[in-house]
């Protein structure tokens, strides 16, 4: 095992088809049109001294070491910003450039500490490399000059360092941040000598910048100066795995670089094709949880939740979950217990689950958390496409034209392909935001959307129904593909009734908060700009009309041709980082792997005879049905791993009752979840880190998760499953996860040609990867649809039930932050808590003044379905008539107030509309009182010594 | 009958009085209750008789300078209008020699019309050039000025027809004129003197260059230093607009923009990122301007006396322009004499005339008397030459052949007590004052230079630090990514070449103690 170096070429890879041939230091090169000097030398292996270029970034010229000479040409052009030209015949090494370049790392050192060995980047430290490369001997101006050594440190990012004195200005931090974050936080401040790297405005430090914390810059610095503190508190690492991200939906890859078994730093990897080299704070720095002392490592049981945990070994806990489970089959019936699958677990791990209920329980009581995210994108995507999945792959977005987002925040939510998307509308993309908020990529650094329709809560369909009744009526149809690729029936059918008159924007804006013109005009841009790409998120399917609002994004993509190609698409952003993979390994009570219904007997045939056991032909419950039927009694025991539905599911004081109503209820989790106060076995569970898997991400690519350590618990999460379905008498003899994708590619068309070793030969696969396409699939539906012609689906808004009144006048609506992810038990155990910890109440100014809050104040925020309190933040980001909070942090337990609304073909619970009522109040509820303490009697650990 | 008297309003000549010179007129007139108006002009440039008023007669204007306000009531004596009489009197300007050996091309109208008057700018020719280009159409205007031999005349000399053409063969959706009137070389003035005394000149020539590359938005980059200039040239262009000759009817605008004081914003592509709203800090290129310019369009940028020479390259045809000149050099230079120099101001002539002739003949020698040692031709980033190299023509090549430039054409004169070594130490120093900080050489280079050459006027290991100073500048030379530290190397070089006495000299700040 070693490090993976992965090549610098410098500059950014050409685009062009066009080849050109040169010849440099005597080797011929044929590179594409446009390349660099630089990148193309690096591919014929030639080294060119360099300092400030990174081919993450454009070229900029400025440290003046990768001068060459070129044959008919005066002086000693900049190697990276000069292009090639077909017949050059370059130099990089000559007597002349020899001396400059020493000459240029004379200068250098003069102002540069000389503490290489007690340096962090020592060994890794591309100034030391060249001071080498250039043959440096002497420093002949002394050390004795004005410098830079007295400045000061800037620690006050809890992930890294910013350490000017041993800063060469060379800008490669500045660029990366506008680059590629796109976030334009760093700056050089004064110019000549005094040129200094500085983090937002005069007095900033890089905690009170606007510094998003994604380590592009650590990540582009040469030197030193930007340093992992884990780096400089561990030293450098000796190898590194390849392994992919357990955040968000992006699936971005990283190099774990390791010492031993200990994780040095995640570093993100060029060669992922998700990320391309970039990250976020959370996959770059929040690892930290993995090893954070709340962290269970022992398995624990307890005969009633009043009890202390009492600390058992894995044989006893795994025991007591299998006699318990038989027990309550034996006395309630083969359907009283169901699981509950992960979408933060890998594809192995959530296949298994699925296998465990459906073969070792012998019911279909099997649900996934995609249920509360992303089920709506399932079904409305395969009733329209055919298949049950985003569109396009990531790198589509650099060719669209126009990006339509709508519910969702990828800024803050998906944050690595946010920066792609951004980069993109800095080149010229028009942008269409359709979101309650002004989120920050409506008005950001060099980037402004053309419309923002700020619509109300719950509107969705009807919005997307008035642009459809644009493009309809104003003779927007690309008619051509919808004669080519789509069911001409259906779409009169459809085109009829989006003509009609109450879904004109007319009619549609006033109701909804937003103007006819922005309606109509956005409509236009859509369907005339170029290529249409459409990014949502939950704010499209945590509706009563998720599953409808779905499919009016597919109707408008359809209609506009926007479709088969790169550019285009309906892309779901996935929450999650295994969403898509959790809903495709047939964690859904009526649909086996590869969303085929459980009824349909040939597939299920084929199970039952791999499997070795009879499956039932009834889909199971779903988990607001298994809530339902605890409270009934019919429900009284459940095993769910790696998912808090206590603090994610709607409605909290409904699941605390149905959980509280059974009588084995599993948890396998990391920490002492708030599901597991009402549990009574707790499987400790292993991290991302110390497992081997897949996750499939928000464009179904398969990625690799690969072990880094030991499992701390003992067990990766697959190996607990396994001997719950041993114990239960149903053996899966599996030896490593391979051998279970193995399994899913035998008995799943879409991942027939999926395998570890495909998976280690390429990097990733996108799925459909089969026959017809070996090594996967970036873009669907090329030449028509997967269910064979598109399928338009009628969507008539019909407003939620969930209604604003006197009594709750507001309108609340959820979401999430940069910093955290989803409910915080891992983002809250990490540093990333200075960002945020604790969640908030968005509030328009008016309707805080109408109800006399100020800023910081502490508010009631109640709806019918209970209540909770925290702090205001006074924004005009919110309409007034909207409030807004993140439901990252248990003492506040925003899901207290969500209700058990949710979309009709889906069960997709209604998150994003609620009627509330903010009023002042001097601090947490009762109920959150009372909440926390139940909490803390329930996570008692009886101690070694009081058990003997 | 109403006499014109013509006061300077050139920030040269108002320097030395000439707005209190202009007031006492007034004020004596009304006094003697005599028919005088007061035009203010730009000036003729001969700075050694500022203020220098010119008096309207029947035989033409007749000058007397210097003035001060103090001499004013002497020049009505006797309640009569001045005459030739006057002890101040220089006669018709026209016929002192300092002016008369010129040869008036971009200079023409400067110091003679009345800048903010169209009528004035018609009346001495002005639009002649924009008519000619419209009825030869855009490709020959392009074609003209290849044709006149016109050289960038900020100092690089590249041929402005072949930049145009560049431009207008790019296809783009918008295209610049930006006029780089960033002057910031130390003893030149000539940019301004045009925007104070002619700014109608620089609007056409601008005006031409849109119609001839296809741009329709041009932007005039005036240094923050040059107050009167910015007032004139944004009175101008609202006076322009007003007639139709800027605006939606001309098919082209010009707004003015003001710098923040950096010397290194006058570097083309510094100054297209300062434009843009950014830091000045200069561009690598490729992508050449004429490619990828302001905000990423196709930009002609070109110094404000190319831009002011091509109205006259078009009214009067390329070879009246290109029939001027030596070499590859063709038409007029406007020499820009300053420093310690007897007759300082400003001097357009053909290409050709040698350094001696210009600093002894036409500059008459040093103001203090004292032996002229050494000439700093191109600014602050120019070479030093010393008498030996008296015989060098102006003109591009002869100063690259002899290791120098001509730059913008400043001439600064130094006599016998300069420190050659100083000079040095103040070129690396200007060049860390002025560096944007981008490239390393020039960032860092510039004060370890600086710091070197403190040591070798300390006498601290001179040859050693020599050598090394040697070393740096051919880092610089090479290395520095634009002309502020590649030509940092040409006013130290030339000077330890030249002067090599002054770097070994024993210094005697020891033995002050």
């Known amino acids: ?948 | 009958m109403t006499t014109r008297i013509f006061v300077p309003r050139d920030a040269a000549a108002r320097a030395v009085g000439a707005d209190p010179v202009a007031a006492a007129i007034v004020d004596e007139a009304r006094r003697l209750g005599l028919a005088v108006d007061v035009v203010r002009t730009g000036s003729r440039g001969l700075f050694w008789l500022e203020p220098m008023i010119e008096v309207e007669t029947p035989g033409g204007r007749i000058g007397f300078g210097p003035m001060t306000a103090k001499d004013v009531p002497g020049l009505f004596a006797n309640g009569q209008l001045p005459s030739a009489a006057h002890p101040l009197c220089v006669g018709r300007p026209e016929d002192i020699p300092f002016l008369k050996r010129q040869t008036r091309i971009t200079f023409a109208r400067c110091g003679i019309v009345d800048p903010l008057s169209l009528a004035d700018y018609r009346a001495h020719g002005g639009y002649r050039g924009l008519e000619r280009a419209k009825s030869l159409g855009a490709a020959a205007t392009v074609e003209e000025v290849t044709k006149s031999g016109l050289r960038g005349r900020g100092g690089a000399g590249f041929p402005t027809g072949i930049k145009w053409k560049t431009v207008a063969d790019t296809t783009a959706d918008r295209k610049y004129i930006v006029c780089n009137a960033d002057e910031g070389d130390s003893g030149t003035y000539a940019d301004r003197m045009i925007m104070e005394g002619d700014p109608f000149l620089l609007i056409e020539g601008m005006t031409i260059a849109g119609f001839a590359v296809g741009a329709t938005k041009g932007y005039v980059y005036i240094r923050s230093e040059y107050p009167d200039a910015i007032r004139v040239m944004e009175r101008a262009v609202v006076l322009a607009e007003a007639e139709g000759l800027l605006g939606a009817e001309a098919k082209f605008d010009i707004e003015i923009r003001v710098g923040a004081g950096a010397y290194v914003c006058g570097e083309e592509t510094s100054l297209l990122e300062s434009l843009e709203g950014k830091r000045g800090q200069v561009r690598a290129k490729p992508p050449l301007p004429a490619h990828k310019g302001l905000f990423g369009r196709p930009t002609v940028i070109n110094n404000l006396i190319s831009l002011a020479t091509v109205p006259a390259i078009l009214a009067d045809g390329a070879k009246h322009y290109a029939d001027l000149g030596m070499g590859r050099s063709r038409g007029t230079m406007p020499i820009q004499l300053a420093g310690n120099v007897k007759h300082g101001g400003l001097f357009e002539a053909a290409f050709g005339l040698t350094l001696g002739e210009i600093v002894d003949d036409i500059g008459g020698g040093t103001a203090s008397g004292r032996p002229a040692r050494a000439v700093q031709v191109g600014g602050p980033l120019g070479a030093y030459f010393p008498r030996a190299l008296f015989d060098t023509p102006f003109d591009y090549e002869a100063f690259t052949a002899r290791d120098g430039l001509i730059g913008h054409g400043g001439v600064v004169v130094f006599d016998d007590s300069v420190d050659m070594a100083k000079q040095a130490r103040f070129a690396l120093e200007f060049c860390a004052i002025e560096s944007c900080g981008k490239c390393t050489p020039c960032r860092i280079g510039s004060v370890r230079g600086t710091e070197t050459m403190d040591k070798i006027i300390a006498g601290d290991r001179a040859e050693a630090n020599l050598a090394l100073i040697t070393d740096l500048c051919q880092t610089l030379k090479f290395g520095s990514l634009c002309a502020l530290g590649g030509f940092t190397p040409y006013p130290v070089m030339s000077a330890i070449k030249h002067f090599p006495e002054d770097f070994t000299r024993p210094r005697l700040a020891a033995a002050a103690e």
């Open chain 1, 1 to 948: 095992m070693s490090l993976v170096h992965e090549i610098d070429y410098g500059t950014p890879a050409s685009k062009s088809a066009e080849t050109v041939k040169l010849t440099i230091d005597g080797n011929e090169v044929l590179v594409p049109a446009g390349t660099s000097i630089m990148r193309a030398a690096m591919d014929a292996g030639i080294q060119v001294p360099k300092l400030c270029a990174t081919d993450s970034v454009d070229a900029f010229g400025s440290c003046r070491l990768c001068l060459v000479e070129i044959a008919g040409r005066p002086g000693t052009p900049a190697s990276c910003t000069t292009p090639v030209a077909a017949g050059m015949v370059v130099s990089t090494q000559t007597e002349r450039l020899k001396q400059v370049r020493k000459g240029v790392m004379e200068l250098y050192i003069s102002d540069h500490p000389l503490d290489c060995l007690t340096c962090a980047a020592n060994g890794d430290c591309e100034l030391q490399d060249m001071a080498g490369a250039v043959g440096l001997r002497d420093v002949r101006y002394g050390y004795a000059g004005e410098n830079h050594l007295e400045l000061e440190k800037d620690e006050s990012n809890p992930y890294f360092t910013f350490d000017a004195s041993k800063c060469i200005v060379c800008s490669r931090c500045v660029r990366a941040c506008e680059e590629v974050q796109g976030t334009f936080a760093l700056t050089i401040q004064g110019r000549g000598f005094d040129s200094k790297v500085s983090a937002g405005a005069f007095g900033d430090n890089f905690l009170s910048s606007e510094c998003v914390s994604c380590g592009a810059c650590v990540q582009a610095c040469p030197t030193a100066t930007l340093s992992e503190k884990s780096l400089i508190d561990i030293g450098q690492p000796e190898h590194s795995v390849v392994t992919t991200c357990a955040y968000c939906g992006v699936g971005c890859s990283f190099k774990a670089e390791m010492r031993g078994e200990e994780l040095v730093r995640m570093v993100p990897y060029k060669e992922g094709k998700a990320n391309h080299g970039h990250s976020c704070v959370k996959g770059r720095f929040a690892w930290g949880y993995a090893n954070h002392k709340e962290r269970i490592l022992n398995p624990m049981i307890r005969e009633s939740i009043d009890q202390p945990w009492r600390e058992v070994s894995w044989a006893v806990a795994i025991d007591r979950v299998a006699s318990e489970f038989k027990r309550l089959q034996q006395k309630h019936g083969r359907l009283a217990i169901g699981g509950i699958t992960s979408s933060r677990c890998t594809n192995e791990e959530t296949y298994l689950v699925q296998k465990l209920v459906r073969g070792g329980f012998g019911n279909n009581n099997v649900d996934t958390c995609a249920r509360v995210c992303h089920s709506p994108t399932g079904y409305g995507l395969k009733a329209t496409f055919g298949t049950s999945a985003g569109t396009q792959d990531f790198d589509s977005v650099d060719q669209a034209d126009v990006i339509l987002i709508i519910g969702a925040n990828p800024t803050d939510a998906h944050p690595v392909f946010a920066s792609r998307m951004k980069k993109r509308l800095r080149a010229g993309a028009k942008l269409i935001v359709i979101d309650p908020r002004r989120t920050d990529i409506v008005r950001m650094p060099h980037i402004e959307a053309q419309y923002h329709l700020p619509l109300r809560p719950g509107t969705n369909a009807a919005i997307l129904n008035a642009l459809a009744h644009t493009i309809v009526t104003e003779g927007l149809v690309n008619e051509a593909f919808v004669r080519d690729f789509c069911d001409l029936d259906a779409f009169e059918h459809w085109a009829t009734f989006v003509s009609e008159p109450q879904n004109s924007p007319e009619t549609v804006g006033p109701m909804a908060g937003v103007s006819p013109e922005a309606i109509r005009g956005a409509a236009r841009l859509y369907a005339t700009g170029g290529n249409g790409a459409i990014y949502y998120g939950l704010g499209v399917t945590e509706h009563s009309q998720g599953t409808t609002a779905v499919m009016a994004l597919a109707n408008l993509a359809m209609a506009t041709g926007n479709l088969g190609r790169q550019g285009v698409g309906v892309n779901p952003l996935r929450g999650q980082n295994n969403v898509q993979g959790a809903c495709d390994m047939g964690s859904f009570p009526h649909e086996l792997t590869g969303y085929r219904h459980i009824s349909d007997d040939a597939t299920r045939t084929m199970f039952e005879k791999l499997w070795g056991v009879p499956l039932d032909n009834e889909p199971g419950l779903r988990i607001p049905n298994m809530f339902d039927a605890a409270i009934d009694g019919s429900f009284r025991g459940i095993y769910v791993q790696g998912e808090d539905i206590l603090q994610s599911d709607p409605n909290t004081v409904h699941v605390k009752k149905a959980l509280a109503a059974m009588e084995c209820v599993v948890v396998q989790d990391l920490f002492l979840n708030e599901t597991a106060n009402y549990a009574h076995v707790f499987l400790p569970g292993s991290t991302f880190l110390e497992k081997d898997g897949t996750f499939t991400n928000a464009e179904r690519r398969i990625n690799r998760v690969r072990k880094v350590m030991t499992p701390k618990n003992g067990m990766a999460d697959w190996e607990i499953t396994l001997a719950i379905a041993k114990a239960m008498g149903f053996e899966m003899p599996y030896n490593h996860p391979s051998e279970i994708m193995d399994e899913i590619a035998a008995l799943t068309p879409t991942f027939a040609g999926v395998s570890y070793d495909l998976l280690d030969k390429e990097g990733s696969v996108q799925w459909p990867c089969n026959e017809k396409a070996p090594t996967g699939t970036p873009i669907m539906h090329i030449g028509g649809f997967a269910r064979g012609k598109g399928n338009f689906m009628i969507t008539e808004y019909v407003a939620t039930d969930e209604k604003v009144g006197p009594r709750f006048p507001l309108l609340l609506t959820t979401g999430r932050i940069l910093s955290q992810y989803n409910v915080g038990a891992q983002t809250r155990r990490t540093e990333n808590v200075v960002w945020h910890d604790e969640d908030v109440l968005e509030i328009h100014p008016h309707d805080a003044e109408e109800r006399g809050v100020r800023d910081g104040d502490w508010v009631k925020l109640d709806s019918r379905a209970g209540g909770t309190a925290l702090h205001a933040h006074i924004t005009d980001r919110v309409a007034p008539g909207v409030v807004y909070t993140t439901f990252h942090h248990p003492e506040t337990q925003a899901n207290v107030v969500t209700t058990e609304f949710s979309d009709w073909a889906t069960n997709c619970p209604e998150y994003k509309v609620t009627a509330v009522q903010v009023s002042p109040s001097n601090g947490p509820s009762e109920w959150q009182k009372d909440y926390a303490e139940q909490a803390e009697q329930s996570r008692r650990i009886a101690t070694k010594v009081a058990a003997e």
